[in-house]
Structures are given as structure tokens and as C-alpha cells.
């Protein structure tokens, strides 16, 4: 920005398909997005002029990639707060924050937190790795079974969540193993919700806050399915209740950028679940169904400029996840799907198909909420199992 | 396409900003768009993974840049159609081919073939270089003043069209420069018209055809200052004739990807004024505008995947380039417009503002035509000219 005319360069940790689809976003923008990729095959990398190859717990490596952004944002929650916090001290721009991130870093730190202020949350409590099955039996007198065990960061082979039923000898071998990896445990009540939602907003430095509408989001086998937005027959009181409690946590956080609030809609309103601090999966819709997609509002937030509307283009938009099927050669049947429905869109992210890996997603959009959600799963699914579709989903 | 998974390479000859706006659709996609340009400052060059740099002119480089590509397109007109040839005689599969290519890039030939055919087209003649000023003579008998004098191919002095009102001694020594210069000349009756409408439409290799809404296109300074979609008040049976004299000229010429026909409107029709076979200026509405931009499109037709809906996304969407103004440090102006117009859409080009230079386009739409014109003439004066805006627009 110093060079008149010029404009200023993002930095994102990160290539994974945020990062991607961030870039389409930062082409319209006329900023320059500069990725940080783990190898020039992942996602972003694929396609982005300024790709720089390094680790993203590299401090070294971080610092390197900083030199010359104008901001420094992420892909993802997995930078050490440590390190973002060194290069605070040296002066980059890092949005949002190691304080506010740590949130969605860590998820006791940021139970503590939203419970102090007074958000709904779940009870919770820590579990200590010198007597967690004690700790268990007693959060479940008070919480009754199942339990949610969750990893506070980062996670297991994978996974950062268990639902654990009793203490029977699965569980307890679970959790041994779980403790002796080293795994700082937390246990959560687990809620008896209707559905799941999410709240997306954004926050620029300057306080300017701008809401999505409250989305749906189905999980199936712990995955994000399918997106409806708005959420249907969501009532009017409870939307904008959900919308006011992610303004409300971006701005006691400190978040710049994007917060995604994922929270269960439950008998008399809401509770919290997870945050996310950059563009999320219950946002991909936005990039046909708002006026201003996720990726483009998260460059406008973490670079001070003017918000974005976020005005629905229409009454429905319904994203479906794309998952690899068994049979890799997905390009035929990209031609049928493409036959099928002129208005569908598909989301590659550049990936190579493997059976259960998200590798894209599906959009569409209209009037009928029933006709939109079965255009977009018969498009997700026909990609993923091609004819065998109606036996296999 | 061969390896199981992977996705097509589509080549696009030329670095502007059309090759820069389709790489935003080749990134959902999932198609790797590889771009050759003649230096890593283009502005494509600037937003992709796969650049190469070399000459448009330079069969080798041609030859180099299109091996791995499965097809290979344009972003500009200025290929010589030989060197097309030798890379089809090669194989290599050139979308649209140099036989349609030749009636974008000859206007003498596009005349003759679509006299030809019957599609309307206004009074031309060549202008032999021996004679010029007789034959101008002659067919200002014939068609009156003024005559519009064209350059069958390329230009001079970066202009390809003078509007020439008489033979005094400046029109002499205009026609004496260019003959002098090797310009080969036509000319054409200045017809006259009551506006200027374009219609797009796509041509897949399987002869799928899908037309966009015939717009308005507005000329200032002979260059095009706002695109109207659709063309206010056209009559349908006019609008409906303009798409299908389209769809015809694609369909006759063999044309496979994107064909914009430049029409003037008159009494009782349309003539034709230019066509081009790439995504166009009077197409660029079409990212916020209709379900499938022009770019997702041309890349569906050449890569002879089924093609996308061209529904609008709303009643009026309105277009207007941008230009540089005196004070190349446009940051400060464009947070100014983003603050007052949340909805409007500013896409930058990536390149260096230059007073009078197309750095970018902007598009509003909504429902109100009037409205939506001066919000999107408002953002576009006020980024080439700031708070002066209503003094020098």
C-alpha cells in the first residue's frame, strides 16, 4: 500500500481450499493472495501466482512468508499461538490475533471464556490425565450419559471428538489410550439439540460487524452433509438471537476476520458448540447465495475495509459436500451432472478422489426448498457413486 | 483426463484480464487454467499457478505452451491465424478453431462471409491501397458521409476505426499515413443507429447453444463506458432475432466457445457491427448477473462440457468500466466506494493505473434500473476521479 496505486497483499497459512477459494475472491479484490503450502499440490497451491512452500509450525518458515504481507491470516486453526504471537512482538499484521484464535485453538480456553461472559454453553469440564474415569463418572452424575470427550486441541488419528456412552471396557481402553498419547481431554454434556446451526459474521478492526443469515448445517458420521440457508422455519426471534451472540463473541474476542458460531438449536434457544475464526464450511453457500461470498468478506474484514452486504440472492440456497467415491475417474459423471441440472455448481477443490475425502462441493439455489436440497444431493451423491446412486445413499 | 481423477488443462493464449477472470471460474471448476503471457507483470500472469511466458507471435512458443494442454484458447484476436494452423495441422486441439477464429480477426472476411449468408450487415468496401481516396469516393456516392474507415486487421497506433466525414486534408493525410503504414483498409456506412446492443452466446463442439440476454452497451469516446442486461425496453421479438442471428453466426462460422456479435439497433432491426470469440467486455455482467459467467461458459464449451444456465440473477444488472484517472494511489478512493455502496462489486485487474487505462469494471443490479445505473456509475467516476467526480464526469 505504500507504493501509490498498489494494492496490498494477504498472506495465508495455509493451501488447503479456504485458501483456494479465497483466491477467487482476492482476484475480483485486486489484492494479491500469497499462500503458505506444506507442497505445490495441495489446494490453493494449485492455483495461485505467490505460493510460498514452508511449514506452518515452522516459526522460521512463518516469519519468511510474513515478509511483504500486508496482513497475515489463516486457513487454518493449526499455527501455534506461540509463533503467532512472536510475530505479533516483531510487528506483523496478524489477523485475527494469537488472543482471539487461542479461542478456536483450544476448546476449554474458549468455554471458559464464553462461559464467564455469559454465552450458552453446555456444562463442561476438564479431564485430568491422572484420574480422568473418575472425572467421567462424576461429570455424568451431574450431566447424565452419553458424554462428549473432546481433545482441547488438535485431536487423535484424526479425530477430536468421542461420544462415549458409559465406561465400559471400549470406553476405558478409549480413554487410556487417549491420556497416554498425551491428549489433553475435556468432557461436555451432550446436548439434547433439535438441529445444529451456525451464525457467520465478520469483524474489521475498525468494529464494523456484518451478519450472515443463520444457516442449517446436517452432519452426517460426524461430517458436515448439507447447508440450508436460511434455516428452515428458524424463528425470526431465535435468528436474529443467534446472529446478536457471534456479533457479540467477535467482539468480546477481538476477532477480525470471519466467526463462524456453530451452535445446537435447543428447546428455548441456542448453545454454543465450536468457533471458527476464517471462512467455514456452513459458509461455502455464500459464494452463489450472498451478495458478497465468505472469502471476499474476510479479505475485506482482515484489511479494513467496508464490509460486504451479506443479502441473500435467493429465497433458498442449499450447499451439499462433495465426498470421493470409490471409483476415482469422477469426470464422466461431472458431464452428467453438469447435463442434468444447467443451474447446479460444482466446487472442485483440486484434489485427488479418495473414498470420504471432502474434494468439493455442490451449490444451488430457487424458491423451493425441497426441489433446491434434492438438486443438490442428487448432485453430490451422482458424483460420488455415479449410477449405483439411489442404493448407495 | 487420462489419469483417472484428473482434470482437464485448458491453455489460454494471452495474459489480460479476460484470461485473469477466467482463471476465477477455472478455480471452482476444478480445471487447471495454464496462461501464456508475455511477462509475469500481466495481469493473469499475476493470479495463476501455470504462467508461461513467451510470444503470442512465436509458433514455438505456441508449440511449447500448448504440449500437456487438452485444449487451447484465446484471450485476445492477434494469433496469426498461420500459426493456428500449424498447431491444428499438429494436433493440437485450438478452441475455436482458426477457420471460425478468422472472421474475428479479418473484418473483411467476416464481412463477406456474412453478407453472404444473408445476415445483415451495412454497406463495406475494400480500400485498395493504390486508390484509396477514389474508392472512399465512390462509396460516400453510394452509402453518404460520414464513412467509417476500418482496419481489416489489427490497427495502428493502437486504433483500428476513424470515422472520416469528408476528403479534406486531414482525412487525406489520415488515409495517406495508413496506407503508408501497410494498413490494410475497408469501409462501412456509419450507420445510423439508435444504440448499440451485444449479444453472447456459447457453442459447444457437440452444437449446444445457450444465448445470454441481449444487452445495451454504451460507448463513450469509442471506448464501452456501461453495459445494460438487459437492454432496456427492447422489444422481444428484437431481442429474440439478436439471440438467434447469434446462435446462427456461431453455428455457421463453426464457432466453439464464446461468440459476442457487437449489433447496432435501427429502424425495424439489427445489423452487425463486430463479433468476437472470447469472453467479452459486454459479457463481464454476467459474474454477478447471471447463473454461469461468460468465463464458466466459454470453459464448458471448449471443453465440450454441457453448458450452464444463462438465467439472470436479477431485473437489472449494470456494468461500467473503469478507468485510470490522474491520481494512480486509487486504494483510498476504493474503501470510500465500498462504504458507500455495500452491494456494489469493484473488480480490479491487477494492473498499474494509467489516466484513461481499463483497470477494472464494477457491477450493481437490483430492480430499479435508474438506480442501479447510478450506483454503478457512481463507484466507477468516483474511483478515476474522487471527491472532483462531479466536475469531470
Redesign the interface.
Known amino acids: 500500500?505504500s507504493i501509490?496505486?498498489?494494492?496490498?497483499v494477504v498472506g495465508m497459512v495455509g493451501g488447503g481450499q479456504l485458501a483456494?477459494?479465497t483466491?477467487?475472491a482476492?482476484?475480483?479484490?485486486?489484492v494479491?493472495l500469497r499462500v503458505l503450502a506444506r507442497s505445490p499440490q495441495e489446494s490453493a497451491?494449485?492455483?495461485?501466482?505467490d505460493?510460498r512452500i514452508g511449514e506452518h509450525t515452522s516459526l522460521e518458515d512463518l516469519r519468511a512468508f510474513a515478509k511483504g504481507c500486508d496482513v497475515v491470516t489463516w486457513d487454518h486453526e493449526h499455527v501455534p499461538s506461540e509463533h503467532i504471537r512472536a510475530l505479533e512482538a516483531e510487528g506483523v499484521a496478524c489477523l485475527p490475533g494469537s488472543a482471539a484464535l487461542l479461542h478456536a485453538q483450544d476448546k476449554f480456553v474458549m468455554r471458559e471464556r464464553l462461559s464467564a461472559a455469559g454465552a450458552p454453553c453446555p456444562p463442561y469440564a476438564k479431564v485430568p490425565a491422572d484420574a480422568p474415569l473418575a472425572a467421567l463418572e462424576e461429570f455424568a452424575e451431574r450431566a447424565g450419559w452419553p458424554l462428549v470427550v473432546k481433545a482441547t486441541r488438535g485431536g487423535y488419528d484424526g479425530k477430536g471428538l468421542w461420544i462415549v456412552k458409559d465406561l465400559g471396557p471400549e470406553s476405558v481402553e478409549l480413554i487410556g489410550r487417549l491420556v497416554d498419547q498425551g491428549v489433553d481431554l475435556m468432557v461436555e454434556q451432550h446436548v439434547p439439540f433439535r438441529r445444529e446451526l451456525a451464525a457467520l459474521v465478520a469483524r474489521s478492526p475498525y468494529g464494523q460487524g456484518a451478519a450472515y443469515p443463520v444457516v442449517e448445517t446436517v452432519q452426517r458420521d460426524g461430517i458436515c452433509h448439507e447447508v440450508i440457508a436460511p434455516a428452515p422455519d428458524l424463528d425470526d426471534d431465535l435468528a436474529a438471537e443467534a446472529q446478536r451472540l457471534a456479533l457479540d463473541i467477535a467482539e468480546r474476542l477481538g476477532v477480525v476476520g470471519l466467526l463462524a458460531v456453530e451452535m445446537f438449536e435447543v428447546d428455548g434457544g441456542v448453545v454454543v458448540n465450536e468457533l471458527a475464526m476464517r471462512p467455514h464450511n456452513s459458509g461455502h453457500w455464500t459464494?452463489e447465495g450472498a451478495?458478497?461470498s465468505q472469502f471476499e468478506q474476510h479479505l475485506?474484514a482482515v484489511l479494513n475495509?467496508?464490509?460486504?452486504?451479506t443479502?441473500p440472492?435467493a429465497r433458498y440456497t442449499v450447499m451439499a459436500n462433495l465426498l470421493g467415491g470409490d471409483?476415482?475417474?469422477?469426470?464422466p459423471r461431472?458431464?452428467h451432472v453438469?447435463?442434468h441440472d444447467?443451474?447446479v455448481?460444482?466446487?472442485?477443490?483440486?484434489k485427488?478422489?479418495r473414498p470420504g475425502r471432502k474434494i468439493?462441493h455442490v451449490t444451488a439455489l430457487g424458491d423451493d426448498l425441497d426441489e433446491v436440497r434434492e438438486r443438490a444431493r442428487h448432485a453430490a451423491d451422482y458424483l460420488r457413486w455415479g449410477p449405483e446412486t439411489k442404493e448407495r445413499s
Chains 1, 2 share one sequence.
Open positions: 500500500m501509490p496505486g498498489q494494492m496490498p483456494r477459494m483466491q477467487q482476492a482476484i475480483g479484490l485486486g494479491t497451491a494449485r492455483v495461485c501466482a505460493v459464494i451478495r458478497t475485506r475495509l467496508p464490509l460486504g452486504s443479502e440472492t471409483d476415482p475417474d469422477i469426470y461431472y458431464i453438469m447435463a444447467p443451474a455448481k460444482v466446487h472442485f477443490y483440486g485427488e478422489v468439493g
